[in-house]
């Protein structure tokens, strides 16, 4: 996953029409792209499978799958699009980095908060004390990533 990695600065980097294109941001967004063709295609099924199982942690899980897809395809296209030569372009790439991040740890922690506690997540009560305790590990170590990367804390 994606956790580990870290912010790219210059990886891959190469001038073209006095425009810099990241091939990193490449390599992530093919693959999100046509994961996201994927999740469009069985659009239909997953719906029909969600109104059918009447199950809340499939919905949560499946919401949490679309939507760091979806931010992480505007991130990419996003870092593709600027030159990142001015400070606020970075700071805004960095940003979006970190709420990815926070996408995929929230994402983790809510599969295994899910999994560790399948037979007692019946409603929509359960689901919600479940992804506020997800959010209670993923909020601080999102808030210490961002110091750390943002250079927040600098000597």
């Known amino acids: ?9 210059d990886f891959g980097v190469e001038e073209k029409f006095e425009k810099r294109t990241r091939y990193w941001d490449a390599a992530i967004l ?3 792209l046509l ?10 099924s997953v719906i029909r499978k969600l109104q059918a199982g009447n199950s809340p942690v499939l919905r949560a899980f499946t919401l949490l799958v679309y ?8 991130r990419c296209i996003y870092s593709m699009t600027l030159s990142m030569t001015d400070g606020l372009e970075q700071t805004v790439d960095q940003t979006l980095w970190i709420v990815i991040k926070f996408f995929y740890l929230t994402a983790e922690y809510c ?7 399948f ?15 997800t959010l209670l590990v993923s909020i601080p170590h999102t808030a210490v990533q961002v110091i750390v990367e943002m250079k927040i804390i600098d000597n």
């Open 111 to 117: 599969a295994l908060t899910f999994g560790l506690l």
């Open 119 to 133: 037979g007692h997540l019946d409603n929509g009560k359960s689901i919600l004390v479940a992804l506020m305790g």
């Open 35 to 44: 994961f996201l063709l994927f999740l469009i295609l069985k659009c239909g």
């Open 1 to 9: 996953m994606f956790l580990s990695i870290g912010y790219p600065v």
């Open 67 to 74: 939507v760091s897809t979806l931010v992480n395809i505007i």
């Open 30 to 32: 093919l693959p999100n």
